[in-house]
C-alpha cells in the first residue's frame, strides 16, 4: 500500500512531464553558440593583467601565442555573425520559409498566405517540406561561405 501511494504521488507531481510545452509567439530563445567553448569571447585589450594571464594560459593550453588566440577568437566572432546574419528563403510568397544560417536556426519564419491556405492541408504541408529543404541547402552554402570568408580573415591577418 505504502507502494502504491507513492507511486501514485509520483505521478500525479510529474502529470505534465509528457504533455506537449506550450509556446507563445512572442517566446525568444537565446542559445550560446561559441568555437573553443567561447571561453574567450570579450577579448582583453586593456592591460588587465588577471585577464592577460587567463588568455595567456588559455592560448597555452591550445597551443598558441596569445596574438594567435586573439585572432582565432576574432575570427569565430566575425563567423557566428555572418551565419546568424545569413537568410535563406525557400518556396514561394504563398508557402515558404526564410531562415539564419545557424543550425538550428534562431530565425525561422513561415510565410502561409490566405491562398496558399486554401491549396489544402496535404499541399501546405508538402510545399513547406520542399521548402525547409531548400532553405536549409542554401544554409549549408552560406555556412561554407562564411567559412571561408573566416579562413581568408585568419590568412590576411597573420
Do not use: W, Y
Amino acid at each position: 500500500m505504502k507502494i502504491f501511494i507513492t507511486a501514485a504521488a509520483l505521478l500525479i507531481a510529474s502529470s505534465d512531464a509528457f504533455a506537449p510545452a506550450s509556446f507563445s509567439r512572442g517566446a525568444v530563445i537565446t542559445t550560446q553558440r561559441n568555437m573553443f567553448g567561447g571561453s574567450a569571447s570579450g577579448l582583453v585589450e586593456e592591460e588587465d593583467p588577471e585577464k592577460q594571464k587567463a588568455m595567456e594560459a588559455q592560448a597555452k593550453a591550445m597551443g598558441m601565442s596569445v596574438d594567435e588566440f586573439q585572432l582565432a577568437m576574432k575570427a569565430r566572432e566575425r563567423l557566428e555573425s555572418d551565419i546568424s546574419g545569413f537568410r535563406a528563403t525557400g518556396g514561394t510568397d504563398d508557402i515558404g520559409v526564410e531562415m539564419d544560417g545557424n543550425s538550428p536556426p534562431k530565425h525561422l519564419v513561415f510565410k502561409l498566405s490566405e491562398s496558399g491556405k486554401a491549396k489544402g492541408k496535404d499541399e501546405v504541408s508538402k510545399e513547406f517540406s520542399a521548402a525547409i529543404t531548400e532553405a536549409i541547402a542554401k544554409c549549408k552554402e552560406g555556412r561554407k561561405e562564411a567559412t571561408a570568408n573566416m579562413i581568408k580573415f585568419i590568412q590576411s591577418n597573420e
